[in-house]
């Protein structure tokens, strides 16, 4: 299990509004691109199983880095 808080300055670590819904919007985002994650406000929490292959979770793990970035570049130009 991993949880990663999303930030919106990584140097102050100065974090998201709670209204921007990022946690909630990239989870949205990973699911579109076939990977379920639980978000917690601005963390968001990966569980794989134990049985996850190498594979499988370098593949988890790139399509979370997408989603993060693809919402928190759209979200960084419209607030």
């Given amino acids: 299990m991993a949880g990663i808080e999303l930030v919106q300055d990584r140097a ?4 998201f509004p709670l209204t921007a819904r990022i946690g909630h919007n990239v989870a949205m985002e990973a699911r579109r691109r076939g990977l379920l994650l639980r978000p917690i406000g601005n963390v968001i929490i990966l569980v794989p199983p134990l049985s996850t292959s190498h594979t499988e979770l370098t593949s988890m793990v790139e399509i979370l880095k997408r989603a993060i ?3 928190t570049q759209a979200t960084t130009k419209s607030l």
Wanted: charged share 30%.
């Fill in 69 to 71: 970035e693809a919402v």
């Fill in 12 to 15: 102050t670590k100065a974090p």
